[in-house]
């Protein structure tokens, strides 16, 4: 199981919007996926249709991390209901907040690196949406990851933001995680038409190199129409929203060859879901929701 974090400094930018997608691209391929809600705002637990009655959530994964707890955490996604595939989310919380300190103990950052042993041989890849900020939740995230994905916007603070975040990654990897590395920067919300865009992107790549993954998101509202309605991309109509699940088909190829999934492994094309080919199968009601 490969477990990657997507990470931003700060609120706003789309990471969880990233999360959605990239869960998305490996829902279409037919990985099996688990999305980790760290984020105490839960948007990816909404935007994955998720219904929580009857389940724990990831703080009490972090306030005991035992098999039993772990698994009553997860749920599956509203995505695979009529379609194949699995795609599961352990619930996020408001309350994940009080897990968030400044100064968190070596034991606290291991909660989730030893929950993830309960189910590392169910999932082909983990992705974690994580908290907004640098303490002790994105902290804990990349303790359990083996690579740290850091979404940012073609703005003015965006290369020091990605200079700090991933001098912070270093830092984690030196100090208590040897196997985490960064996957890179994902720029999000570019305008190709913007020149402030075009010269933050350049600036991001004279700093960075291939750190700056390709290609650059734009700015599209089928993303945030798919998300409201709570459906995959990937099944989402329209050339816009095609557009896009390409990005991110695009985006989690680079995953998958960092992690030697499907058939970067195995030498042989991993075997898609139905999932996309199934976007003509979505009705105009479900469009009509977001």
Known sequence: ?????????????????????????????????????????????????????????????????????????????????GRPGKVDVMIGSPSAINFDGPHPSVKDLWKLEDALVH?????????????????????????????VAVVTEPGLFSVAAADRALRAVEEIRRGLAPRLQPLGIIVNRARVQSLEHQFRIKELRDMFGPLVLSPQLPERTS??????????????????????????DVLLDRVMRTARIGEYAQGEPAQPSQAAAEASAISSADVADA
């Open 1 to 81: 199981m490969h477990v990657l974090s997507v990470s931003s400094l700060k609120g706003g930018v789309g990471k969880t919007t990233v999360t959605l997608g990239l869960a998305s691209a490996a829902f279409a391929k037919g990985l099996r996926t688990l999305v980790i809600d760290l984020d105490p705002q839960s948007d990816v637990s909404t935007g994955m249709d998720i219904s929580v009655a009857g389940h724990l959530n990831v703080a009490d994964v972090l306030a005991s991390p035992k098999e039993k707890i772990v698994r009553a955490a997860v749920a599956p996604s509203g995505w695979t209901r």
């Open 119 to 147: 189910l590392e041989h169910e999932y082909d890849l983990t992705l974690i949406d994580c908290a907004p900020s640098l303490n002790a939740l994105t902290r804990t995230a990349w303790a359990a990851s083996d690579r």
């Open 223 to 248: 993303l945030q129409q798919a998300q409201g309605a709570a459906k995959p991309l990937h099944v989402w109509p329209g050339e816009s929203a095609q557009e896009m699940a390409h990005n991110f």
